[in-house]
C-alpha cells in the first residue's frame, strides 16, 4: 500500500527547547490512499514530536486514523513515514525550526568565544600592570575580573 499526502498543516505547533510537536486537528492533515482521499482524525494520536537536533521523529509508534466515509484505517507512524511521502513534508515544516536552532547554537558558540577572548585579555591587561607596579590600575582589573567571573 502506497500512500501519498495529500494536505498537511499542523492545526498548530509548539516548541519546547528542542522538541517541536506538530499538532493535527480534523481536515488539516490527508492522505491518497489509490484514488481516494482519506482525512485524519484525531481518535489516537494527533501530534508529532521531531527532535530538532537528531532531525528524528521521537514517536514513531502512536497511531494516526484516517477516515473515508464509514472506512477507516488505523496505521502507526513509524508505518506511515515508510508508505507515504510524509518525510518530505515534515521536512519542510521543520526547517524553519531547525535552522533556528543552528543558528542559536552558533551565536552561543560565538559569544562564548568573545568572552574567552576578553577574559584572556583582562588576564594580560592584570599581567602588564603588575609587570609595571601599577597598584591602582592592578586592582581596577581584578575588580573586573571579579566582576565578569560573577557574570558568568
Known sequence: MML?????????TLQEGHELKLVFAYQ???V???????HF??????EIRIN????QVENLTDIFVFQRGTRIFRIPLFQLLQVSDLIEHLRSISQFYVDQIQADEEEQAMNDEIMNLEMQNLYRL?????LEGDRDLFMQ???QLK???AAQ
Do not use: C, H, R, W
Open 4 to 12: 501519498t499526502v495529500k494536505m498537511m498543516k499542523p492545526f498548530y
Open 28 to 30: 488539516y492533515f490527508s
Open 32 to 38: 491518497m490512499k489509490g484514488e481516494e482521499i482519506y
Open 41 to 46: 482524525i484525531p481518535v489516537e494520536s494527533n
Open 52 to 55: 530538532l537536533k537528531t532531525k
Open 126 to 130: 592584570i599581567d602588564k600592570a603588575l
Open 141 to 143: 582589573l581584578t575588580n
Open 147 to 149: 566582576t565578569e567571573e
